[in-house]
């Protein structure tokens, strides 16, 4: 099995944490398509693995497109499928970056 090495970097607090998208990452969609934002799919193969390792390394956020309403769902989904707790994060104020922090 193939074991990924993932050094933090002491000097870039931005190397602690990393993002994962949901759908077609995490979550495979399959030929019923997007059913309207439904969470239904199984995990992509080694993608839930994946997770768990890098989980043990960095703080992980899940991120996708989904509306707000399907959040609750997709943190479930992880949960199922993982074992791992999950927190929705439903403040609007971070729903959405639109600029690149200087």
């Known amino acids: 099995m193939y ?22 990452t995490l979550m495979a969609i399959d030929e019923r398509g997007w059913m309207g934002g439904q969470v239904y799919g199984e995990p992509i193969p080694g993608a839930i693995e994946a997770l768990r390792l890098l989980v043990q390394h960095r703080a992980v956020f899940v991120y996708t497109a989904r509306h707000r309403r399907f959040h609750s769902a997709v943190a479930g989904w992880v949960t199922r499928h993982s074992g791992l707790v999950t927190r929705v994060n439903d403040d609007p104020d971070r729903a959405y970056w639109t600029v690149v922090p200087a």
């Open 3 to 24: 074991r990924p090495v993932i050094a933090p970097r002491p000097d870039s607090p931005s190397s602690q944490a990393i993002g994962v998208d949901f759908d077609e």
